[in-house]
């Protein structure tokens, strides 16, 4: 736990540069505009006063941290920063205490999805007072990581992985600005690589540029693909977490095991866990897909789905590589069906088109006597009393009798349904 004073000189050492060059207003912010816009509502609301608690929601390096610093320095609030790896409710306690004695305070969590349901507990009190601005950085999707009581508390903002243009203005302003690069000439003759093996990342872009300007020697430094290949030793894998790059890659595993070929599915996991994505967070894409597009044709795909997001939030990196594995194969190799999603799609599409339908008097619950006395529940057909445990009754309302939803795929499991359904309707409603 600390609180923040002096960022560039840490005991007799020098802070990194990524540290040195980060932005102390919105005017030296580079990125996410679509927040920090002049007519932005978030920038709109900080220069008017009014900062609410907030969870920022983006990949790292996307400047969380630092739009947080900038949030505090324009609303001259006391800064503390905890990081949820290291810290507890002790923690908490104590800088609540301190922004008890001062007024307001702006406490920065990083990684907050990594506190527990206790810890995000204890700083429900002071948010909901405003003795703190409670300003969480997550990497992960916090509807899923956040409890909902925090989450209805503040405001979720989503960042963005910066774009070529803001990594090159990052790099530019950095070579002009900062004292010890400006101490060597340095060149940008190629940047392609040196942006390639940033994914994205401001932090990696800068560090990676100190690394290089460190270990030439000479007054004069001339970055170059090449040069960039050679100090970072080996091509790293670009995986953008919340990026354009972790979307795509997700598309393209759903797609492969959709288009049943667990050659390339297993192909897109391997990125996915070398990428260091959320097993968690596969897994949940995983028990999607066993329904919307596997469904009925394997129910078994469901359970197997499910009991991998179970194990894998038990044990985690590296073993849970062969649950996800034996899973995605399994997947993959299965019959596909999406009558599951048709069939709810269409009911939906029914629900917006005809609104609040009565139920069927003869379907009405008739817990008391005057329920009973005006009709709810009367004429009800027990199914299990009749052959087959079927009856020719109406289960929809009256205004959409006979309205097909379900149809069951094209598969050997779902044709044993069709040929059940077909028989028991053909009577009922002549289909």
Known sequence: MRREQDQFIWGDRIAPLAE???????????GQTHLLSVKAPL????????????IFWG??????????????????????????????????????????????????????????????????????????????????????????????????????????????LILERAIKKDEILQAKKIVLEETAHLLYLSG???????????????????????????????YAQKK??????????????????????????????????????????????????????????IGNANPNALLLATNCFQAVSMIGYPECQLILSQTVSFLAASPKSNSATTSIMEAMSLVEETGDLPVPIHLRNAPTKLMKEIGYGKDYQYSHSYQNSFSNQEYLPDKIQGKKLYEPGDNARESEMRTRLKRLWEEKYGY
């Open 43 to 54: 920038r709109r609301a900080i220069t008017g006063g009014r900062i609410p608690s907030m």
């Open 59 to 168: 990949p790292p390096g996307s400047g969380k941290t630092t739009l947080a610093r900038v949030i505090a320095e324009h609303g001259k609030l006391p800064f503390w920063s905890l990081s949820a790896i290291n810290c507890g409710v002790k923690d908490v306690r104590e800088v609540i205490g301190e922004a008890r004695q001062e007024g307001s305070a702006l406490l920065f969590i990083d990684e907050i999805h990594r506190f527990n349901k206790a810890q995000q507990d204890s700083l429900l009190g002071a948010v909901e007072s405003g003795t703190i601005i409670l300003v969480g950085a997550t990497t992960e999707n916090p509807s899923f990581e956040v409890i909902s009581p925090l989450l209805s508390r503040c405001q979720v903002y989503t960042l963005k992985a910066l774009g070529q243009e803001d990594l090159l």
């Open 20 to 30: 040195r060059m980060r932005p102390t207003s919105f005017d030296d912010y580079i």
């Open 236 to 293: 790293i894998a670009v995986y953008d977490k919340q990026g354009e790059q972790h979307y795509d890659i997700i598309s393209a595993f759903i797609k492969s095991i959709r288009g049943s070929d667990p050659n390339a599915a297993l192909y897109w996991l391997a990125r996915m866990i070398k990428g260091g994505e959320d097993p968690k967070f596969i897994a949940r894409r995983l028990l999607i897909l066993a329904s919307e597009d």
């Open 200 to 230: 994205g990342d401001a932090r990696k872009l800068l560090n990676l540029l100190e690394l290089i300007v460190q270990a030439e020697e000479g007054h004069s430094i001339t970055l170059t693909n090449a040069k960039v290949q050679e």
